[in-house]
């Protein structure tokens, strides 16, 4: 089987969901070719600037020009921070996607409150509408990322994708 060709887009405030990001490059890209992107406001902001545009549903802020076009890739995994009701940056990304139809798509968030279910399934509609299907979700609580106690997490997150991504590509050659 021909390996999947992999684009990991993240947003990362704190750094938490880097080092989430990056522990998934390091378990899916022995199989795989992975191209990683990290989505980065053009403008920085202070934490309370943050909040408050996290607060206001589909807000957006200008991003450094980063991947967006899906058309050389089988798989999207796209990670963030769960803030309040949205993250403004990703919300900037997920209007450029371009080519996404048929493809597939992963989600991981970090989050150090509640209601991180609701949040992924937000963002996971977000990614539907544009034509890409879910095949998987994992929320990491910021204090696990902190202890490191989220490898055994990431590596059943990881071995899924690939079970569930070589049964597709299995289905579409029958």
């Known amino acids: ?9 993240f947003f990362s405030w704190t750094g938490n969901t ?6 998934i490059k390091r378990n899916i890209s022995n199989n795989n070719k992975v191209d990683t992107s ?13 909040l408050l545009l996290s ?12 991947i967006n076009d899906l058309s050389n890739y089988d798989l999207l995994i796209l990670g963030c921070p769960k803030w309040a009701l949205s993250s403004p940056p990703i919300n900037e990304y997920l209007n450029s996607l371009k080519r996404c139809k048929r493809r597939m798509s992963a989600v991981f968030i970090t989050f150090g409150g509640y209601d991180e279910k609701r949040y992924l399934l937000k963002l996971e ?6 034509g890409l299907q879910i095949i998987d979700r994992l929320a990491i609580r910021r204090s696990a990322v902190k202890k490191g106690e989220y490898l055994k997490e990431i590596k059943s997150f990881c071995l899924n994708i690939e079970r569930i991504t070589n049964q597709k590509r299995l289905n579409q050659v029958q």
């Open 18 to 23: 880097k080092a989430v990001a990056e522990e």
């Open 38 to 50: 990290e989505i980065q406001p053009k403008k920085t902001r202070r934490y309370i600037t943050w």
């Open 125 to 130: 509609n977000s990614l539907e509408k544009k």
């Open 1 to 9: 089987m021909s390996h999947l060709r992999i684009l990991l887009v």
């Open 55 to 66: 607060l206001l549903p589909g807000s957006q802020v200008k991003i450094k020009p980063t």
